[in-house]
Structure formats: structure tokens, C-alpha cells
DNA sequence: ACAATTGGTGACCTATCGTTCACTTCTTAT
DNA sequence: ATAAGAAGTGAACGATAGGTCACCAATTGT
């Protein structure tokens, strides 16, 4: 019965870590919640720390196909309205997506215990979004729609502020709908400051 | 023998929950780095909980006489070169000060397992330092130095970078010397986007 | 001077942790 | 049809978790 007991074992391990952290996590937990009894995981994993493991291999794997690549990049905006409506829906997409939001989580809590969890966090949360937006910022500059200025430090003012924000997103989808007015707000607000003189 | 064990408990309770989180320690390493004998420790507190609770409090309590209060403001800055200066001795605290990098890593540790900690983590690391900056620029723009824009935007989007960069220091100072060249880059950089136009 | 309190010890308790193992049940290849 | 392997069970394992208790030594108030 269920082929995809593994996979079924690490998603709700994303779960669970996420919201109590590996430590804070036991594995009688973890089975029950699936429907089996502890010592059955052991036929899929041979310790805790393996699906721990495993998990962190998914997660960068993930990172890697989704958001690692030159070819996931999108296209340079060619108006403000257009990098707003961008920027919108990149962050609509990494706040609703389940997914993502328990993979920010634990890769939160586990920063500090293993190394390769700090690496893929500082990649979610700060160098990726920001290598994303040089790019992008450069390709602005290019078209004269912003100012001519560092591509990379342009990326980082915009992009730690809306990682600031993403960060406080949680379940409550109120709450969610204000931060992404801040967003926006933020979002227009940057592109007035840098937008290219209108000559 | 040593009056002040209850401190020094607290005080280690902060180290070793900052390095591994609430769940993560055991009272028996606790005590042992503290020369006692685990069941000593209930005579001080009535149970690990009772610990984190009263840590949450001192580092509530910390954060409203250090931070949190108005008098505790800086000076408006006259020039750009000292809201650089202002930021840097600011900075250069907040990332050598052992308690306060433990107190923002246990709060980045504990923040969706505890309501208080998440509270005081967003103070910490988000609305505190806004707040801050929305009354200095404020001041800023009176005095003519930054054009007449919204302070609080100014202020996320002036400490949301510089909280990022915080959050990467670790233990090496080399690291930790390279984020501080970066936020005196960032600071400089948002100095010359922000600053009023020369007449 | 002495009873009471405080701070600390070591043995012990129960619960729970991750893990193992013999055994069963189900699926699948031959 | 049947042997082999994969998936799951339930009891048990040793280790360790947080916590209690009787006891002791030092300090303290009167």
C-alpha cells in the first residue's frame, strides 16, 4: 500500500520541522500523522537525521530547478507599471505557495545547527532574489527606464525590503493581503526614485 | 556559593538556546557548564520552561530600556556623512555586542513556537529600527538635507537592507567586516539617492 | 548560639526519545 | 503457483529527557 510512502514521509517532515523544528520533532509524530506506526519509517529512511537529509537534498534540488537558473529568469519589465506587476507576482506566487513558505520556515530554524540549511537560506532569502534582480536592473538601465547606477546595489535596496516583508507573512490571509499592499507600495515607491529623468 | 546563579543560569541559557535552540538544549549540559549537578537548577527555576520564560522577560525587558523608548533616540544627523556615521556606530554595536547577537538568534530560533518571541523578534529586527529612522528622517527632510518624501518609506527602505546584512554575521571577524563595508556602501548609496537636490 | 533558610548533591522516577527486530501481509517476477 | 522482496506491525531496547526527593552544608536572622 502506497508506493509513495517516502515522498508522503518528506512532505509532512517539511511540515512538522517547519513548524516545530527538527529537534522539537519526533518521529512518532511524524508516523502517526501519516497512518503508520514509528518503527515502519525505517523502512524508507534509516535514521532521522537521514530524512533530514534527504529533505535538505529536495529542498536544494527544488531551489536549483525553480529559481537557480539563468533560464528561469523573466523578462526585462519595460515600464514601472510592468516591474510592479512583476515584482507582485513573484511574491504572490513564494507567499501562497505552501511549499515555499514551510521551506523559508525551517530553513529559519535549522540556519544555525547545519551549514548546508544556512547556505540554502541565505540563497533564499537574500543572494538569489538579488543576483535575480541585478539582471534585471541592468537590463532596465540598458532600455533607459532607470537611472544609470550599480545594477547590483539597485537589486539589493529593492529586494531586501520586499524579503523583509515576505518574511512576516504567515496563514492569516488578512495579514498577507496588508503585506502585499506594502509590497506594492514599496514596489512604486522604488521605481519613482529611480526611474530615468524624463527628458 | 555564588549569589548570582540565577543570572548566570539565564546568561547560559541564552548561549546555549542561541546555538541550538529551546528544544535543542538539555538542562543537564545547562547546569554541567555551569559546575552544578542538573537537579540544582530547579532550586533557581521550577522547570526548562520556567528558564525560557523568565529569558523572554529580561530580553523584553532589555530591548524596552535600550531601544524601545524615545529618549533613547540619536540625534538628527546634519550632513550625510553623519547619518553614515551615526549608522555605522550603530551597526558596529548591534553586531559585536555578544548578548544582542544571541538575543536576535534565539528570537529568530523560537519565533513561531512562541507568540512573545515573535513579537519581540519583529520589534528586533523590523518596526523597531523603522520606527527609529522615520523620526530621524523626518528630521532630515525639516532640515532640509533629504527631499520631502514619506519618512516611514524612507525608513523601511533605509533599515529593511541594513537588518539583512546584520542577520549574515557570524562569529568571523573577517565576515563580519565585509558586511560592515557593505552597509557603509548601502548608506552612502541611499545618502546620494535620498539627499535634496544642491540649489 | 542556634533554628531556619538557601543553595547544592546524588540517587531515582517516569516518560519519551530514536532505533531494532522478529514477524506478518501484500505485491510482483518468474 | 510460488518464491522473493517490499512495506508495515507491535513489542521491546537502551539512552536520555525533564523532574522529584531526601539529605547535607553553608549562610543568615534573631
Known amino acids: 500500500m502506497a508506493i509513495n510512502t517516502k ?3 518528506l512532505k509532512k517532515a517539511l511540515e512538522l520541522f517547519s513548524r516545530k523544528g527538527y ?3 519526533n518521529i512518532r509524530e511524524l508516523t502517526a500523522s501519516l ?3 514509528k518503527s515502519g519509517i525505517y523502512k524508507h529512511f534509516e535514521s532521522k537525521e537521514a530524512i533530514w537529509n534527504a529533505l ?5 534540488a527544488y531551489y536549483g530547478a525553480h529559481f537557480g537558473s539563468v533560464e528561469n529568469l523573466p523578462p526585462v519589465p519595460d515600464s514601472g507599471e510592468a516591474l510592479v506587476a512583476m515584482t507582485m507576482r513573484m511574491v504572490d506566487y513564494t507567499v501562497h505557495d505552501e511549499r515555499i513558505v ?3 520556515k525551517v530553513l529559519t530554524l535549522e540556519q544555525y545547527r547545519d551549514e548546508r540549511a544556512r547556505e540554502l537560506a541565505s540563497k533564499h532569502f537574500l543572494t538569489g532574489l538579488t543576483e535575480m ?3 534585471i536592473f541592468a537590463g532596465m538601465m540598458e532600455k533607459g527606464l532607470i537611472r544609470r547606477d550599480d545594477p547590483g546595489m539597485l537589486a539589493f535596496a529593492y529586494t531586501t525590503p520586499i524579503s523583509a516583508l515576505i518574511h512576516q507573512c504567515d496563514r492569516t490571509p488578512e495579514r498577507t493581503q496588508r503585506i502585499m499592499e506594502r509590497v506594492e507600495a514599496f514596489s512604486r515607491h522604488f521605481w ?4 530615468a ?3
Open 102 to 104: 514551510m521551506t523559508r
Open 23 to 25: 529537534a522539537g520533532t
Open 35 to 37: 497512518g503508520m506506526v
Open 7 to 9: 515522498e508522503r514521509i
Open 56 to 60: 535538505l537534498d529536495e529542498m536544494i
Open 197 to 199: 529623468e524624463q527628458s
Open 133 to 135: 534582480f541585478t539582471v
Open 192 to 195: 519613482e526614485t529611480y526611474r
